[in-house]
């Protein structure tokens, strides 16, 4: 595996690469690895003659009071594990190489963005697709692959991705869950034993949801009540969203049609968590 730390190098690479007729897949990611990400590359590594990684705490994503400095980074624990899952190129650029001074461009997906995680986190997702943008013109993937996880992000990526005719296939992969259900996150490092525990009221609300809605339930109010109520039972838990929403455009629904997803976002002490449930009703009535 090549880590390769500047933009000019890997453009060597990529050329090479596309010279020797490879497909190339792309697995962007900000680090500190864990099987979520991993699954990503392992997909990407069955399914393409090239698979570059990146790792780049993006500092346009993150608000003014977020996490920036404090998110996980250890290169050095990250190289081995991309390199076992199959990764050949690890990109990790320095922010000055990304964003020279005068940096001036920006792409900025409307509607879906200002919902959920876009309406808490102000230029959250103009981040995520500014920099998603420059990833893709400078590894110029044949796929890449994102985290149902994100399950916003993913729909972004999706619209940008249509929007703008770009010539790659996104490739959605399942959320990569610890054996207790919580879903694999970098930030499940910043909480404490007890924390820890109490995140555990995301996945269990999910689940919670997903029965009764498999039992019948198509009252979207009464999925989102159910939901909040059992997440506030948790003391150490701070709602930021439920949302009942139909999965395409985001947008909030009343009644559950052929297809739903649930998504959630919740503070846990200092740390925001997401998680969601997508469920796809057609044919069961
Ligand atoms: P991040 O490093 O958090 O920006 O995530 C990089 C990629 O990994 C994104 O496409 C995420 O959706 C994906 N990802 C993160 N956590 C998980 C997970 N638990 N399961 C599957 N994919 C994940």
Redesign the pocket.
Known sequence: MQIVHYVEELRGIISEAKKQGKSIGF?????YL?E??L??ARRARGENGLVVMSIFVNPLQFGVNEDYEDYPRDLSRDAPMAEAAGVDVLFCPGVADMYPRGYATFVEVEEITAVLCGASRPGHFRGVTTVVAKLFGLVQPDRA??????AQ??RVIEKMVEDLNMPVEIVP?????ELDGL????RNAYLSPREREAALVLNRSLRRAEEAIRAGERDANRIREQVAAMIREEPLAEIDYVSVNDGVTLREIERIGDRVMVALAVRIGMTRLIDNLQMNLGGEG
């Open positions: 697995v962007p990611t900000m680090g864990h979520g990400h699954s990503l692959y994102f985290g149902q996880k994100d992000q993913l992969c399942p959320t990569v869950r879903a694999m996150s970098s």
